[in-house]
């Protein structure tokens, strides 16, 4: 399958909300419709080169120096045919220009598929928020990885030391993070308040 990789426009929502439909915690079209409206950060579309259907896509913002996967779904037919790692490289291009240092994300506990996908494309786990997810109820995984210029090789990488911050869990009470900084070689690791 050949996949193509584009920025994520309002034509695509009706799309996106079929497919989050049948996901736990799906967002509704009108939460796309936010995203999409909201400045910074980006949404990426995965398509079926072949028919044009989209297939996958992803979302996430730049806070400081802090990049933030917050959604990245592929269809259940597509799934394990390397839509998601396509997303992830195409993330990966973007965010040196960015000038963001690490990029985190969460994930179910539950979904061993996507911490195995995210181990693979260099995270390192280095948090969890029990009880973040509900419908079903599920922990959240805090992942972190590097991010390097196109000069720069991973293995430059290093990890710094924790950063204090909270986030809102969907049960709306504040969860620490007891996650790390990730910065590259030769940049201090992400310091300072939420």
Known sequence: MKILIRDLVAADLSAVAALEAGEPGG???????AELARAGGWRLAALDEDGGRLIGYM???VVGEEAEIFRLLVAPDCRRRRVATGLLKHLWRLLPGLRVSSCFLEVRSANLAALELYRAMG????GLR???YHDPEDDAVVLARPVVSDHEAPSKAVIGPARKRTRKGA??????????AVAAKGRRPVTGTS
């Open 27 to 33: 967002w509704s079209l009108g939460q796309w419709t």
């Open 171 to 180: 049960g709306s009470k504040s969860v620490p993070d007891h996650g790390v």
């Open 59 to 61: 979302a996430g913002m």
């Open 123 to 126: 995270f390192v786990r280095c």
């Open 130 to 132: 029990p009880g973040y």
